[in-house]
């Protein structure tokens, strides 16, 4: 049997490396991934005429602008990639029948439900990046009805400017952070999302699924950002690596560009009962995250 041939648009994030990471070894799985410059969302044309040659069996899209702040500057841009580059992916995947999995974030949400989101409750963004997201989740569900939303929350991971290494790069210059006490989510290890986006990849494609839309990924447990840096450190110190006291302040106090959802909470049900994508406790993964750090790729 021939592998299922998946076209990645994405190549530098923390996501797309960990599903490199994930196919690396498995003969049932051909991955051909795809980021800028050769690619890129904000100027689909190229990413469209890569997609007519290779033809793949799927499509996953794990790229976007994640600059949350930075993004209330660049509208333009964030729209742009987020928003109106995935319509045009969509809208080849539902010419060429091809489905397409496209992934965003509880950003899509304003925060204020008690308890976790699920996903029939309907989004409400408070930021640019948030409303581009959303935007983008909408676009695509309209051009393909063979898609599949993936929503996922606080990544983290050794690949990229997750989390963990910039705390623990900032411990290096710093006896104390200030790092917010009022943000709760579910942090979610990226090599987990992997394993998730990639079953999904090859179940879509039994003749009998029906079952398209938005699933929520995320780590089983919860807890705030000052308390995952704090478990952070706690870690790292266990392993002779760089720490700092953690000061809990509030998202007023810290004064960032964009607003952030306080409650940043997923819920993972469907995603369960579908895939069987069961969630990982955040902390055991988290300590995975934090020493393979430490072996080495925080310089990196």
């Not at 190549?11 to 490199?20: D, E, H, M, T, Y």
């Not at 204020?112 to 581009?132: A, C, H, L, M, N």
């Not at 993936?150 to 991971?157: D, E, G, T």
Request: net charge negative; hydrophobic share 40%; aromatic share 6%.
């Amino acid at each position: 049997m021939s592998p299922i041939r998946i076209f990645v648009v994405g190549r530098s994030g923390q996501v797309a490396q960990a599903i490199v990471a994930a196919a690396d070894g498995r003969a049932d799985l051909s991955l051909h991934c795809v980021g800028r410059p050769d690619a890129d969302l904000a100027a689909p044309d190229q990413l469209l005429s890569a997609l007519d040659a290779h033809r793949p069996d799927v499509i996953l899209n794990a790229a976007a602008y994640t600059a949350v702040d930075k993004a209330e500057s660049e509208p333009d841009l964030a729209d742009a990639i987020n928003h109106i580059g995935p319509k045009r992916l969509a809208e080849w995947s539902g010419a060429a029948g091809i489905p397409l999995i496209h992934m965003s974030t509880d950003c899509v949400f304003d925060g204020t439900k008690t308890g976790g989101y699920v996903e029939t409750d309907p989004p409400s963004p408070i930021s640019v990046y948030g409303r581009t997201k959303a935007d983008g989740e909408t676009a695509v569900a309209a051009a393909t009805h063979k898609h599949l939303i993936a929503r996922v929350c606080w990544v983290h991971s050794p690949f990229a400017g997750s989390f963990p290494k910039i705390m623990l790069t900032l411990a290096k210059d710093r006896e104390t952070l200030s790092v917010v006490g009022d943000q709760w989510g579910r942090p979610t290890h990226a090599s987990d999302l992997a394993d998730g986006l990639l079953t999904m990849a090859t179940r879509c494609l039994q003749p009998d699924f029906a079952d398209w839309g938005i699933y929520h990924l995320a780590g089983a447990g919860e807890t705030n950002r000052a308390d995952m840096a704090k478990a952070i450190f706690e870690d790292s110190a266990a392993q002779r690596g760089p720490v700092a006291d953690v000061v809990p302040i509030s998202t007023d106090d810290y004064g960032a560009a964009a607003a952030r959802p306080l409650n940043a909470r997923l819920d993972s049900p469907r995603a369960k009962a579908v895939f069987g994508w069961t969630p990982v406790p955040w902390r055991h993964r988290l300590t995975d995250t934090v020493n393979s750090l430490l072996d080495g790729e925080l310089s990196s």
